[in-house]
């Protein structure tokens, strides 16, 4: 197996961990989705089908890192707004006005417990070691954003039957 499947391979597992571990703190935890969450929800999710696609197609590698470099780029914009609203104690994430269209998608309606959002966006849940769930967010988006960067400018290298030889 190449690196590259492997580190698409990787991104894919990792992706679907921070999915069901999403899922594990919401059902066993019953820590409640926000907007904001169901929106990290959906990068998450296009970044591993960004992969999946880049994977089995190759040829489609292009604009399959392209769409997992904007749902990177737009999932860390929603986390750091979420660590924004956190560190506002008399603000709030606009429950109302997002929660409404975000529940209508028919992604929520096809797989409401995950993405379905009916908690509060200011709701201040422990850290996770030393960090809070959107700052772990932020970080994860920050990482397969250079994932994603680095496979769009990567190239891969030529084989040659003299390489060994020189």
């Given at each position: 197996m190449q690196?590259?499947?492997a580190f698409l391979i990787a991104i894919i597992l990792a992706c679907l961990g921070l999915l069901g571990f999403a899922l594990y703190l919401q059902i066993v935890l019953d820590m409640l989705p926000c907007p904001l969450c169901v929106l990290q929800r959906y990068a998450?999710?296009?970044i591993a089908l960004a992969c999946l696609i880049c994977l089995l197609a190759p040829k489609f590698k292009r604009p399959a890192m392209?769409?997992?470099?904007l749902a990177s780029l737009s999932g860390g914009g929603a986390a750091g707004y979420q660590l924004w609203?956190?560190?506002q104690p008399l603000t709030s994430c606009g429950t109302d006005p997002i929660s409404g269209p975000l529940n209508s998608f028919f992604m929520a309606k096809l797989f409401p417990l995950m993405f379905k959002a009916n908690g509060l966006c200011e709701t201040p849940y422990d850290p996770i070691l030393g960090l809070s769930i959107p700052a772990?967010?932020?970080l994860w988006f920050v990482v397969f954003a250079i994932?994603?960067?680095f496979f769009l400018v990567h190239k891969p290298k030529q084989q040659s039957i003299f390489a060994n030889k020189f």
């Open positions: 690196r590259t499947q998450f999710t296009l392209s769409l997992s470099l609203v956190i560190s772990w967010a932020c994932a994603s960067i």
